[in-house]
């Protein structure tokens, strides 16, 4: 079904949520921190992306094709939307290969530059201009934050805590350019930059590349509105690294969400693998 709207009557809309559903496990955490909150929830999403079994417990819901901006608005503005937020990931393999509608196409001739933040800048800017609040999903979320610190039992060992000292300000500018969140780092040398494939790709690339005991760093890009694309790991980060044969995680404290961090630190223990939460 494209489409269904199970609401009733328009009192019903008041204070509604929409989520802008990408794929992984962050859009069902958002919507069940709204629901906790009392407020009403719709959802949009997109094929080969947003997990399918999140449609039955939204509001409302419309399927979309990449591009459809227009259409994203229509939805909200017969939704009675007051706040929007974006959870979930877009891979941007397909995001590059997106079909715009007028309204987007618009858009883009206006702002004409592609890279992930000016574009979702653009996006949050034209659904405001319809009165429409673009809000954080970690508003929903405050539990979720990545704490400061030793997380793991193990504590990086000197070589890693070198390998972080050095890939820490490469991640930062990497993101500063907006190429992406994510690098690995063997003995002091960027082994794989995240750019279009994604962290687990990345971190898969970098285990082929040089073999055990990557350092994987994932930061909050400096230029990126806090409200849009949030640094995200989780169990199946930690999953990936173990495929991949990692031994330690820096992530960005305060600005990142991890997701299910018991099983996610279960999982890292398990493997050996440290995990530390480093402020910006």
Same mark, same amino acid.
């Given at each position: 079904?494209?489409?269904?709207?199970?609401?009733?009557?328009?009192?019903?809309?008041?204070?509604?949520?929409?989520?802008?559903?990408? /794929?992984?496990?962050?859009?069902?955490?958002?919507?069940?921190?709204?629901? @906790?909150?009392?407020?009403?929830?719709?959802?949009? %999403?997109?094929?080969?992306?947003?997990?399918?079994?999140?449609?039955?417990?939204?509001?409302?819901? $419309?399927?979309?094709?990449?591009? $459809?901006?227009?259409? *994203?608005?229509?939805?909200?503005? &017969? &939704?009675? !939307?007051?706040?929007?937020?974006?959870?979930?990931?877009?891979?941007?393999?397909?995001?590059? +290969?997106?079909?715009?509608?007028?309204?987007?196409?618009?858009?883009?001739?206006?702002?004409?530059?592609?890279?992930?933040?000016?574009?979702?800048?653009?996006?949050?800017?034209?659904?405001?201009?319809?009165?429409?609040?673009?809000?954080?999903?970690?508003?929903?979320?405050?539990?979720?934050?990545?704490?400061?610190?030793?997380?793991?039992?193990?504590?990086?060992?000197?070589?890693?805590? @070198?390998?972080?000292?050095? %890939?820490?300000?490469? @991640?930062?500018?990497?993101?500063?350019?907006?190429?992406?969140?994510?690098?690995?780092?063997?003995?002091?040398?960027?082994?794989? !930059?995240?750019?279009?494939?994604?962290? +687990?790709?990345?971190?898969?690339? @970098? /285990?082929? *590349?040089?073999?055990?005991?990557?350092?994987?760093?994932? !930061?909050?890009?400096?230029? &990126?509105?806090?409200?849009?694309?949030?640094?995200?790991? /989780?169990? $199946?980060?930690?999953?990936?690294?173990?495929?991949? &044969?990692?031994?330690?995680?820096?992530?960005?404290?305060?600005?990142?969400?991890?997701? +299910? *961090?018991?099983?996610?630190?279960?999982?890292? +223990?398990?493997? %050996?693998?440290?995990?530390? /939460?480093?402020?910006?």
């Amino acid at each position: 079904m494209d489409y269904f709207d199970q609401s009733h009557t328009a009192n019903a809309r008041s204070g509604t949520l929409a989520i802008i559903a990408g /794929g992984g496990r962050l859009p069902r955490l958002v919507l069940d921190g709204a629901r @906790a909150m009392g407020l009403r929830v719709v959802g949009v %999403g997109f094929g080969g992306e947003t997990e399918a079994d999140l449609i039955r417990d939204m509001d409302a819901w $419309q399927w979309l094709h990449l591009g $459809q901006l227009g259409k *994203l608005i229509a939805f909200c503005k &017969q &939704q009675g !939307v007051k706040r929007i937020v974006m959870a979930g990931k877009v891979h941007k393999a397909r995001a590059v +290969d997106f079909r715009p509608d007028w309204r987007a196409a618009k858009l883009l001739w206006k702002v004409r530059n592609t890279q992930d933040d000016v574009l979702l800048r653009a996006i949050t800017e034209e659904l405001e201009s319809e009165g429409m609040a673009v809000v954080a999903a970690q508003d929903f979320l405050p539990h979720l934050k990545t704490p400061e610190g030793e997380l793991t039992r193990r504590k990086p060992t000197p070589e890693e805590q @070198a390998d972080i000292q050095f %890939g820490w300000p490469l @991640a930062r500018q990497m993101g500063s350019l907006d190429v992406g969140q994510c690098v690995v780092v063997r003995k002091r040398s960027a082994v794989a !930059v995240e750019a279009l494939e994604g962290t +687990d790709a990345t971190i898969l690339r @970098a /285990g082929e *590349l040089v073999g055990p005991g990557c350092v994987v760093i994932k !930061v909050f890009k400096p230029i &990126q509105d806090p409200r849009l694309d949030l640094p995200a790991i /989780g169990p $199946q980060t930690i999953r990936t690294m173990i495929q991949a &044969q990692a031994s330690c995680l820096a992530v960005e404290s305060g600005r990142s969400l991890f997701l +299910d *961090l018991p099983e996610s630190l279960s999982l890292a +223990d398990s493997a %050996g693998i440290s995990i530390v /939460g480093l402020a910006s």
